[in-house]
């Protein structure tokens, strides 16, 4: 059974940095594009950063652009996201995402 495994989340206080990490399978790195959501607290799930095949071509939602980074270690069968300046707007669960498969998500929180 296909897993995508998030980790690194925690609590955050504001102006903080967290990296996430998102484990996938190696071959998906060659014929998927990996993507973060995250779902903020009474909010519906939203794109927020997508890595595409070949690892060159990266694409971030408004609400990370310019405090973000994707990236991946094929090595580690891993893709990260660098998220810095967090914000309580940030709060939520942060899940991975390739095609059909979904990782459980790992929940961030920003507070004080």
């Known amino acids: 059974q296909v897993q995508l495994v998030e980790s690194g989340g925690g609590l955050v206080q504001p102006g903080g940095s967290l990296r996430l990490s998102c484990r996938v399978p190696?071959?998906?790195?060659?014929?998927?594009?990996i993507r973060w959501y995250r779902r903020a607290p009474e909010k519906e799930r939203e794109w927020i950063a997508t890595?595409?095949?070949?690892?060159?071509?990266?694409a971030y939602a408004d609400s990370i652009r310019g405090r973000s980074i994707i990236s991946r270690d094929i090595g580690k069968s891993t893709v990260y996201l660098q998220l810095d300046n967090l914000t309580p707007a940030d709060t939520g669960v942060y899940f991975c995402?390739?095609?059909?498969?979904w990782g459980r998500g790992t929940q961030v929180t920003v507070s004080s």
């Open positions: 995402n390739a095609y059909t498969y």
């Open positions: 190696t071959f998906f790195f060659d014929i998927y594009d």
């Open positions: 890595i595409r095949v070949g690892g060159e071509i990266k």
